[in-house]
């Protein structure tokens, strides 16, 4: 015969109860971690070669006085322009003399033969060199050679550029274009005006 179990008594649960797993809460040992990080510090800072810098110690002769007024009485083969309003240019020759110089003044219709005329001998020579470049005579790389050797003469022109607040950015885009077609190869531009320059300069826009 068929054995019938019999229930443990409890009421109700019988063989279909199941038992609930116990959760144990969860714990992350970081003491190894912490361990390896502080081993991989210590690797690096005793490795690690600290950057010395460098220096390179100058020395400069000290120049004579009588240079240093040389230089101050005068600039050779300079022009000073200045950029100002109403697409107008104002121009010194050489170096800043209070009291003695004198400002021109020109636009941008005038200014290709003004600089052509300042630096007739540099112009003529580029001018050569650009027949013979057309003629192929000379290649593209002697052209270039031969071209800044004759810009870079010291009777060559030399161009300060100076633009004023009153002048339009275009108006230094035009002057630069100017050097190239000039023949001018020494030119730089400066946004600092000294205090004569600048009074030279309100006195000459009033007369615009």
Same mark, same amino acid.
């Given at each position: 015969?068929?054995?019938?179990?019999?229930?443990?008594?409890?009421?109700?649960?019988?063989?279909?109860?199941?038992?609930?797993?116990?959760?144990?809460?969860?714990?992350?040992?970081?003491?190894?971690?912490?361990?390896?990080? *502080?081993?991989?510090?210590?690797?690096?800072?005793?490795?690690?070669?600290?950057?010395?810098?460098?220096?390179?110690?100058?020395?400069?002769?000290?120049?004579?006085?009588?240079?240093? %007024?040389?230089?101050?009485?005068?600039?050779?083969?300079?022009?000073?322009? *200045?950029?100002?309003?109403?697409?107008?240019?104002?121009?010194?020759?050489?170096?800043?003399?209070?009291?003695?110089?004198?400002?021109?003044?020109?636009?941008?219709?005038?200014?290709?033969?003004?600089?052509?005329?300042?630096? @007739?001998?540099?112009?003529?020579?580029?001018?050569?060199?650009?027949?013979?470049?057309?003629?192929? #005579?000379?290649?593209?790389?002697?052209?270039?050679?031969?071209?800044?050797?004759?810009?870079?003469?010291?009777?060559?022109? *030399?161009?300060?550029?100076?633009?004023?607040?009153?002048?339009?950015? @275009?108006?230094?885009?035009?002057?630069?274009?100017?050097?190239?077609?000039?023949?001018?190869?020494?030119?730089?531009? %400066?946004?600092?005006?000294?205090? #004569?320059?600048?009074?030279?300069?309100?006195?000459?826009?009033?007369? *615009?």
């Amino acid at each position: 015969m068929a054995e019938v179990q019999q229930g443990d008594g409890g009421g109700g649960g019988g063989r279909h109860q199941k038992k609930r797993a116990k959760k144990g809460s969860t714990h992350i040992d970081m003491t190894p971690m912490v361990d390896l990080a *502080f081993l991989l510090l210590t690797f690096f800072i005793l490795t690690t070669t600290m950057y010395k810098p460098s220096t390179l110690q100058l020395t400069f002769p000290v120049p004579q006085e009588d240079q240093q %007024q040389k230089a101050l009485d005068k600039v050779n083969n300079a022009l000073t322009v *200045f950029l100002t309003k109403d697409d107008q240019i104002l121009y010194y020759r050489d170096a800043l003399k209070p009291g003695e110089t004198q400002l021109s003044r020109t636009d941008f219709s005038q200014i290709t033969k003004l600089l052509i005329e300042e630096n @007739r001998s540099t112009f003529e020579q580029v001018q050569e060199l650009k027949r013979r470049y057309n003629a192929d #005579e000379i290649d593209k790389l002697a052209y270039d050679s031969l071209r800044n050797n004759v810009e870079k003469k010291p009777e060559a022109l *030399f161009v300060i550029i100076k633009p004023d607040v009153d002048a339009k950015y @275009r108006n230094m885009i035009d002057m630069v274009d100017e050097m190239d077609i000039s023949g001018i190869g020494k030119f730089a531009v %400066q946004d600092t005006i000294k205090p #004569e320059e600048r009074l030279m300069i309100d006195a000459e826009k009033l007369k *615009f």
